[in-house]
Every structure is written in structure tokens, then in C-alpha cells.
């Protein structure tokens, strides 16, 4: 069976996004961004709410990519090569390739999905990740908190108990690190 994992760049007091809805604190550098890729390289399918893949959905453009470094180019044809799933109310269809909208999460779907993949699947956004967490949905967690605290916003954990066991940690040049934990059962 596939996994499924949580992923989010965090400030340090645990937001992805401050009370602006802001987020820009959270971008990596190229050592960041290297071991974010390698770390998503074998994931075959992201989920999304329609808020993260609002802000993900630049990937889809090559030139965009282009522009960037050895680390944006990587990431745009990983996630370009990627399935993404996008759990929306308000959009009817997908504008980027390989992508389907599903009206609302379904947990049972999830398991079925996650039973059946080949490879990991990878969730997005804290609103998103909370229902799969009291699903008992979520695997692992990997976290990569930025070196500042922005005071409030948008929760990067749900607010309720998770269990976690700490796999690794890792430090970066730039001040971020990663969290690698397994969801306990």
C-alpha cells in the first residue's frame, strides 16, 4: 500500500501562510529546494484543496521554470509529471494537465486511491490535511520550518491531538530544517 504524506513549509510558531495570507517568508533556497524535490521524486499523485493548487498550478508553465534555478526546473517537471487531485466546491474543471477536481474529500476514496497507487501520494495545505488526519489517513509528516514566527494564519497542523514519532532532523544552511515524523497509530 502507498503512503500518504504531509508536507508543508511552516514558520516556526507552525503557520504555512500569516494572518495576510502571506507566505513569502516560505520560500527555499536552492539546498532547500534540492532535498524538497528528492525527498517528493518518487511521489506519483499530489492532493490539494483548491487554495494550494491555486498556488501550486505555476509549476504547470515551463517558462516559468526556465527562469529559475537548476532546483525550480527539477521541481516544475516533477510536479508537471505528477497526477494531482483537487478537492474543490467551486472549480468544475482542471486547467493544468494531469489533474481532476473532486467535489469534497472523501476519506474512503483516499484509502481506496492509496491501496491501489504504485507510488506515494503526497497532500498539501493544512485545511486539506485535517480531515485526512482524523481520518487516520496520514503516514507521515514532514515539516520544514523557516527560520521566523509570524504570530497567526493558517494552521499547518490540525487543531486536534496528533501522535508523532521523529524519524529524523535535519539542518539547513539557510535556517530552515526538516522534520521527518511517522503519524503513531
Known sequence: ???LIYSAITSVDGYIADRDAEFGWA?????????????LRPVGTYLYGRRM???MKVWEDPKFAAEGSPAVA???????????????GTLSEADTARTRIEPRFDPAS???????AATDLVIGG???AAPAFAAGL?????????????????????????DLELVDARRFSSGFAHLHYRVRA
Open 1 to 3: 500500500m502507498a503512503k
Open 74 to 88: 527539477d521541481f516544475s517537471q516533477l510536479w508537471r509529471a505528477a497526477d494531482k487531485i483537487v478537492f474543490s
Open 138 to 162: 496520514i503516514d507521515e509528516v514532514h515539516l520544514f520550518p523557516a527560520p521566523v514566527s509570524v504570530g497567526g494564519g493558517t494552521a499547518a497542523m490540525p487543531g486536534f491531538r496528533v
Open 53 to 55: 493548487f491555486e498556488v
Open 110 to 116: 483516499i484509502r481506496q486511491l492509496k491501496e491501489a
Open 27 to 39: 520560500v527555499p533556497d536552492e539546498e532547500l529546494h534540492a532535498f524538497v524535490n528528492d525527498l
Open 126 to 128: 493544512g485545511t486539506l
